[in-house]
């Protein structure tokens, strides 16, 4: 299986500052097709987990251009600019390229 | 827009079956594949298996001889089966969108079921 592995997993960000969230694959998510199925996630308490960006860097729709992804292969980042208080919660990022798709272990952001 | 709503039992005592159905509003099950997640309590989350609307599936190594998933293209309904359960499948069960590219773009609102004697 593919192990996902996020760091930090405590990220405690001033509001307004920017946040960067890393992903790191144990194998290349590139696709047999040549895309790469990195997706990033945020969970409320509470609330199921909503997806924000998906192969890699396409946000999906309603998701603020504050959130943006990046990397390639194995290395990914999640870069959210001028922190809002609704921003906290645990991100996660997931690969769905190889199966079983997994997750990492989640970021938790807080308002410092 | 896509809605997902479940619905199964919560509450389980070991060696019982595990059974959750969810359907799917605003859509069709379509060509594509859908899923089960679950999350135990104050942990992370693991992928369960996918199923599309030919009753293909794909399951998580690591459940595989305990888990079926079905299809009701007629009710746009797809279901999870789970037997023997213990302690440790205790969590928050979610169904939501899967494949490659459609992996978690919808989520079900999640059941928690607990496996308690």
């Known amino acids: 299986d593919i192990v996902m592995t996020q760091s930090p997993l405590s990220l405690p960000v001033t509001l307004g500052q920017s946040a960067s969230i890393s992903c790191r694959s144990s194998q290349s998510l590139v696709y047999s097709d040549g895309d790469t199925h990195l997706n990033w996630f945020h969970q409320r308490p509470g609330q199921s987990p909503r997806r924000l960006i998906y192969?890699?860097?396409k946000r999906d729709s309603g998701v603020p251009d504050r959130f943006s992804g990046s990397g390639s292969g194995t290395e990914f980042t999640l870069k959210i600019t001028r922190v809002e208080a609704e921003d906290v919660g645990v991100y996660y990022c997931?690969?769905?390229?190889?199966?079983?798709?997994?997750f990492g272990q989640g970021t938790r952001l807080e308002i410092k | 827009q896509v809605q997902l709503q479940q619905w199964g039992a919560g509450l389980l005592k070991p060696s019982e079956t595990l059974s959750l159905t969810c359907a799917v509003y605003g859509g069709s099950l379509g060509t594509d594949y859908w899923s089960w997640i679950r999350q135990p309590p104050g942990k992370g989350l693991e992928w369960i298996g996918e199923?599309?609307?030919?009753?293909?599936?794909s399951y998580n190594p690591s459940l595989t001889g305990r888990v079926t998933m079905s299809v009701d293209t007629s009710k746009s309904h797809f279901s999870l089966r789970l037997t023997y359960v213990t302690a440790a499948d205790t969590a928050i069960y979610y169904c939501?969108?899967?494949?490659?590219?459609?992996?978690?773009?919808?989520w079900g609102q999640g059941n928690l079921v607990s496996v308690s004697s």
């Open positions: 192969m890699v860097s």
């Open positions: 997931m690969q769905s390229t190889h199966w079983p798709n997994s």
């Open positions: 199923i599309n609307h030919t009753g293909s599936t």
């Open positions: 939501a969108k899967g494949g490659p590219l459609g992996a978690g773009a919808y």
